[in-house]
């Protein structure tokens, strides 16, 4: 897959991610594209390590599927992070 390919798959794999958590997650579309990249690659690598099933081609939906989940399991780490710095008033 191609450099720009990964991009627009984490940019779409953080934006799907946002939408499929509960809550109000911070962060405009330079945060989700950052959180989708690096789930996306947690993900090829959770997926190739536990089922030997890599990041391969843009349209197969083994890849969307662990793009998505490793940018949940991003996203939830971010936000617990950043639990703690949000103001309420």
């Known amino acids: 897959m191609g450099f720009f390919a990964f991009l627009i798959l984490g940019l ?5 991610a946002k939408l499929i958590l509960p ?7 330079f945060i989700t594209l950052l959180l ?3 789930g996306a690659l947690l993900g090829g690598f959770l997926g190739s390590v536990l089922f030997g099933v890599g ?11 662990l793009a998505i989940g490793g ?3 991003v996203l939830l780490i971010y936000g617990l992070i950043t639990r703690g710095s949000r103001r309420t008033t």
């Open 71 to 73: 940018s949940i399991v």
């Open 23 to 29: 809550g109000r997650q911070g962060g405009g579309w």
């Open 55 to 65: 990041l391969e081609e843009f349209w197969d939906l083994g890849t969307w599927l």
């Open 12 to 16: 779409i794999a953080g934006a799907i």
């Open 36 to 38: 989708g990249v690096v």
